[in-house]
Every structure is written in structure tokens, then in C-alpha cells.
């Protein structure tokens, strides 16, 4: 057999007996083996929220500058014998001058971080959940928001006492002592925490509304400045819509970084409830089709 008559176009193979042509079909490439499929957490509003309040800096320097700017106003209101920072409806009747000093601050989110609470069940996939969270909270391990120890320290070296008003369940008034103590804020005295559920003689809140505990305070002290992350911490709401709340707050709105300081808090609070029409049991994504009307362009 001649060998030139065995080379086509194509490869040829030459043997020693002949040659033999190459197929040229493609060869079918073996089935990959499927590898594990990673199951992803579901979808959840909070996750950019908490990682912004524990990862960015932006937010440690807002929280820090709300508290340091509240200082100057501290020993402007020490000084000024007329200065109030309760609304009207909580001062009522009781005259301020001559009271001695005092501040109100909220808790979570305003002296306490307590996003590890909400972290947890958006990292095992769970929504929120009151008596896990309270779980959480029973650890005392929240952590100090920046500016809120240095300025309550401040402030008690002033002979200011500093009143918490909390709407944490009145069973957990014990381990949250417990946490503020730890962290070194002043607390000369367990009646400096207000829980949730207080009562009190001629006053009686609806749902979380604080303006009893206020009207208390307001009874034995003039409140100087009031820190909270939700406007029910300054103000109580008679509506809670987007309408309601600006009206609430429209007249004192001269007050707002002068004795009232808000801190920022994406995650939670009236104003999202507010928007999701006040109803716990809608399914979420009614929800977040709610929140979705809210925006506009």
C-alpha cells in the first residue's frame, strides 16, 4: 500500500502495517459531578440596615457627634433656670423652675447597641421574634452606641441624674441594670430605669407610649434634654401615619438638636410601622410592597 495514498485532508495515524484513518467526531465530554448546592438565607429588609449600624463608619461618627453636640447644650440648659425639654402635654401642670436636673434617655439603639439581637435572626434566617430577642437580651452583652457613655458620665458629674426610659419588658428591668452597670453608665439608683408597663396614679400609656413615665420624671425633676432613637421617645402620637407623626413633632421642631437628639435607626421603630399600615400580622411581602409606595423619584 503506497503511503501517499493514505493521507487525506485529515490527520492519519501511520501504522506499521497500514494506516488508519482518525475519527473525527467530537468525543463526549464526561458528565460533571454536581457539586453541593449551597442553600442562601432568605431575603430580609434588615440586612443592609444592621450591617450599615455595625460595619460603617459613618454611622459611629453620626451616633458620636449627636452625643458631643449635646454637651454645650447640657450646660446651657444647667444654667438657664426656665428651660424645659418635656412637651407640654407631659409637663402639665407641674412648674419646672427650682426642679432639680435631670436628662431622659431611651435604651436600645440610643445608649445600648442591641443589633447583635436583630443580627441573630437575620443570620438563622428567622424574622423578628420578641421572645427570642428578649433571649438575647437576657445576656447583657449590648455594647455602648458611641458618645452615650462619655456624655451620661458628663452629665452625672454635673449633678445631672440620668432617667432610662425603655420599652423593654418590665422582666428584663433586672438584666438590663445589670448591662448598663457593666458599661459603666450612672446609675446611682434602680428607679432610674422605667420599663414598659409602669403605672401610675391618674396616668395610664397606651401600648408603648412614654409620656406617663415623662409626666413622672417631670414630677420631681427638670428635664433638660432627651435622647432617643424613635420620635414616641420625645412625643407621644396620637396617629401613628406619616401625617400624624409630622404633626406631632411640628411644634417642636425648634427643639430638635437643642433639647431633643435623635439617633439614626434603620432597622425598627414607629416610623416603619407607620408605614406598614400598624398591622404586625401582614404578610411580609405586603410589607415590602407598602414600603414600596413610600418611595417616590
Known amino acids: 500500500m503506497s503511503l501517499l495514498r493514505c493521507l487525506p485532508a485529515l490527520a492519519l495515524v501511520v501504522l506499521a502495517t497500514g494506516c488508519v ?5 467530537p468525543v463526549a465530554a464526561a458528565a460533571p459531578v454536581s457539586a453541593p448546592v449551597a442553600t442562601a438565607p432568605g431575603a430580609d429588609d434588615r440586612l443592609t440596615a444592621l450591617a450599615w449600624m455595625q460595619s460603617s463608619i459613618e454611622y459611629r461618627l453620626v451616633a458620636g457627634q449627636t ?3 449635646a454637651l454645650p447644650q447640657l450646660d446651657r440648659a444647667i444654667k438657664t433656670p426656665t428651660w424645659d425639654a418635656l412637651p407640654k402635654e407631659d409637663r402639665g401642670d407641674i412648674a419646672a423652675i427650682g426642679l432639680p436636673p435631670a436628662v431622659i434617655v431611651d435604651i436600645d439603639s440610643t445608649v445600648l447597641d442591641v443589633t447583635g439581637g436583630d443580627a441573630d435572626g437575620v443570620i438563622n434566617g428567622r424574622p423578628f421574634d420578641s421572645a427570642a430577642w428578649n433571649q438575647w437580651a437576657q445576656q447583657a452583652a449590648a455594647t455602648a ?5 462619655e456624655f451620661t458620665r458628663a452629665a452625672a458629674s454635673r449633678g445631672v441624674t440620668v ?3 425603655t420599652n423593654r419588658a ?3 428591668a433586672a438584666t438590663t441594670l445589670d448591662n448598663l452597670r457593666k458599661l459603666g453608665f450612672p446609675l446611682a439608683d434602680e428607679h432610674q430605669l422605667l420599663t414598659r ?4 396614679e391618674a396616668c395610664q400609656e397606651a401600648a408603648d407610649n412614654k409620656n406617663c413615665r415623662r409626666h413622672e420624671i417631670g414630677k420631681t425633676h427638670r428635664v433638660l434634654l432627651m435622647f432617643g432613637d424613635s420620635l414616641g421617645d420625645f412625643v407621644t402620637i396620637p396617629v401613628n401615619s406619616t401625617e400624624g407623626r409630622d404633626q406631632a413633632v411640628r411644634p417642636y421642631l425648634a427643639w430638635v438638636g437643642e433639647r431633643w437628639f435623635a439617633l439614626p435607626n434603620p432597622v425598627y421603630g414607629g ?6 399600615g400598624n398591622d ?3 404578610p411580609e411581602a405586603d410589607k415590602r410592597a407598602r414600603l414600596r409606595t413610600a418611595l417616590h423619584r
Do not use: H, N
Open 145 to 149: 452606641i458611641p458618645g452615650a457613655l
Open 280 to 282: 404586625p400580622t401582614l
Open 170 to 172: 418590665p422582666e428584663l
Open 67 to 69: 452625643w458631643r453636640s
Open 271 to 276: 416610623w416603619l410601622k407607620s408605614l406598614e
Open 163 to 165: 432617667f432610662y426610659v
Open 21 to 25: 484513518p482518525v475519527s473525527t467526531k
Open 197 to 200: 408597663g409602669m403605672s401610675f
